[in-house]
């Protein structure tokens, strides 16, 4: 066996070399099987870096970290943060393509900003808190999408702890302990301000085509792309019940694609009033048959068609609540607020509970999985509410005690 030596008649182990500029290198393989290389301009802590050169640990120091890393069966220092992120996402082969799309907008973001490129194993949980207050404060992140990134992160670096790739997971922290939270607490709809744009909706001349679909968003309960998801045979006359047991998507390169509810609770019958059912029959009367019924994924009769004859998407209803809200305060000096179709689902759980609906029952219609969510985030009951209902209970007077 050859002994190779450095240029000072040093021997070199396996795995070391010298090159011709003097530099020091050092080959291994990582825990994965690849091959990987380490360098410096110094081999032992008795070495001086030459004049020019950026100091730095010498190679036998960096030899003995990997050693003791790949001993402890811990990832050398080379996986990056976006490297770790994309693992990560890559396992979750289960999720819906919303969620994948958000995956790839989280990745795109990892890719290009310098955390992404940093190592994984030099991370810590003050770095990682020093960079998620940076987004917010010095970036202009907001909280919500902050809260998305580190939704990717805190269990990618998880899955690197439970791997034994790194000692600990940075990112094991409260969000709302280091950042402010911005986000806006949604408020639903006054009765009041619910009755003016329905009539307003109803009276004018462009957006009356619309009243019958946003009369039936604000008194189900559905989501909109549940909505938007309906067919012909959803639609229960005999029994007077809505079957929602989809959603239709559509991507930013506009592919169509039918979607499962978000949770499982979320495949329901819901109940039509009167009111409701008059509506839906109002829209099949009004439907016009396509040439051809477009079909996604094997689902054909939707109820809204736009005039490309494909069916409507939740971005479709987003402008008409949109344009119909600007037309109104353009008009009135009484404005209304910014109503999305998403909103839509407040005003009727807040009413529903109101009126004392069972919670489980609610929460059925609704089609949450847990009866917090229907609470804590759509009954919006506020002190006059509170206030009528504690009346009415001690309205016998001292008597009763």
């Known amino acids: 066996m050859t002994v190779r030596k450095d240029s000072k008649g040093r021997i070199l182990r396996r795995g070391e070399s010298q090159r011709k500029n003097g530099r020091y290198c050092f080959k291994y393989v990582d825990a994965r099987g690849k091959t990987r290389s380490v360098y410096s301009w110094t081999l032992t802590t008795h070495d001086l870096t030459p004049k020019g050169k950026k100091a730095s640990p010498c190679l036998r120091a960096l030899e003995h970290e990997i050693q003791r890393d790949l001993l402890d069966k811990v990832a050398p220092n080379n996986m990056t943060v976006y490297e770790l992120a994309s693992r990560y996402t890559e396992t979750k082969t289960a999720v819906k393509q919303s969620t994948r799309a958000a995956y790839k907008t989280i990745l795109n973001f990892l890719a290009t900003d310098e955390f992404g490129s940093r190592r994984i194993c030099g991370v810590t949980s003050l770095d990682a808190k020093e960079w998620l207050i940076n987004l917010q404060k010095i970036h202009g992140k907001?909280?919500?999408?902050?809260?998305?990134?580190?939704?990717?992160?805190?269990?990618a670096f998880q899955l690197a702890?439970?791997?034994?790739?790194?000692?600990?997971?940075?990112?094991?922290?409260?969000?709302?302990?280091?950042?402010?939270?911005?986000?806006?607490?949604?408020?639903?709809?006054?009765?009041?301000?619910e009755r003016r744009f329905l009539a307003f909706v109803e009276g004018d001349e462009h957006f009356h085509r619309y009243r019958d679909a946003i009369y039936i968003l604000l008194n189900?309960?559905?989501?909109?792309?549940?909505?938007?998801?309906?067919?012909v045979e959803d639609l229960d006359f005999k029994n007077g019940s809505i079957r929602v047991n989809k959603q239709l998507q559509r991507t930013s390169n506009m592919r169509y694609y039918i979607e499962r509810p978000k949770t499982e609770s979320g495949i329901?019958?819901?109940?039509m009033t009167q009111a409701v059912t008059e509506c839906y029959r109002s829209i099949l009367a009004q439907r016009l048959k396509p040439s051809s019924e477009p079909v996604v994924d094997g689902v054909s009769g939707f109820l809204f068609l736009d005039k490309n004859e494909m069916p409507r998407v939740a971005l479709h209803w987003e402008k008409y609540f949109h344009h119909a809200i600007e037309k109104h305060n353009?008009?009135?000096?009484?404005?209304?607020?910014?109503?999305?179709?998403?909103?839509c689902r407040h005003p009727f759980c807040s009413k529903m509970a109101r009126r004392g609906m069972n919670p489980a029952k609610l929460k059925c219609?609704?089609?949450?999985?847990?009866i917090n969510v229907t609470f804590n985030t759509y009954t919006h009951l506020d002190f006059d509410d509170v206030r009528e209902d504690m009346l009415k209970i001690g309205c016998k007077g001292r008597s009763t005690l």
Request: net charge positive; hydrophobic share 35%.
């Open 365 to 370: 219609i609704m089609g949450h999985s847990d």
């Open 220 to 231: 189900t309960g559905l989501r909109i792309s549940e909505f938007c998801g309906l067919t």
């Open 161 to 193: 702890e439970e791997n034994s790739l790194i000692r600990r997971n940075p990112f094991y922290f409260e969000l709302a302990t280091i950042l402010t939270n911005d986000m806006v607490t949604r408020k639903a709809l006054a009765t009041n301000q």
């Open 268 to 271: 329901r019958y819901v109940p």
């Open 142 to 155: 907001r909280y919500s999408t902050i809260h998305s990134i580190r939704g990717v992160l805190r269990p």
């Open 330 to 343: 353009r008009i009135y000096k009484d404005e209304l607020p910014k109503i999305t179709t998403h909103v």
